[in-house]
């Protein structure tokens, strides 16, 4: 059992297309989950599944496209879900110092979400903006004996149909001292919606230390 209170946000923030709320009350959520692990040497996995009910569930409604968003206690949400993971690795302290090409690790999951409502709106900003499935993979390769590569890829479909596959990438020099990183993320340049109605940039780069 857990509770999830109104933000500053939900309660008193005004612009021209929001209006907060002070009169919300906080949610309620019970939460089951029935899942396995197994581990055998390098690879490692777990399949589980859950169920998640929210009462006095806060979410952003308005009665027409002309209104202002605002937060209201509107309705009870039920999400059942399965998720799936399998990974492997490379458990060798002296992978890196081999040299050459070498694979470093693998990992591949999947995550199925199943949401009902019982008092759906037309206009409504997060009640089902949610994945109904979500399939993620990553590689991670060594050359030399000092670089790492990373390569990441998501699929996602939301529950309106809406759906993308984002790649990124990233290259790590690791020293005694320090590891630099290089990112290149979303390197197809995909135009998606990441949460709410906020675009997610296109490709861009990112460089850390």
Known sequence: MGNRYPTFTDLY?????????DQLQP??????ELGTKFSRHKVEG????FRRTTWDFIDYTRPDAASKWTPENFQEVAADG???RLSYRNLSERALEKGGVQWIAARLGYTYLDISLNNP???SKYALNHYRHQLTGQVVIAT??????????????RFEGNSASIFDYRMTYKTNALDLTLDV???L??????SGFVPAPGRWFRLGV
């Open 121 to 123: 709106q037309d206009f």
């Open 144 to 157: 030399g004996q000092h670089i790492l590569h990373t390569l990441s890829a998501r699929y996602f479909e």
């Open 27 to 32: 949610e309620q959520a019970i939460f089951a």
């Open 46 to 49: 777990s399949a589980s599944v």
């Open 185 to 187: 993320l979303n390197i």
């Open 82 to 84: 399965v998720d799936v």
């Open 189 to 194: 340049d995909r135009q998606y919606v990441a």
């Open 13 to 21: 923030y005004q612009d021209s297309a929001n209006q907060g709320n």
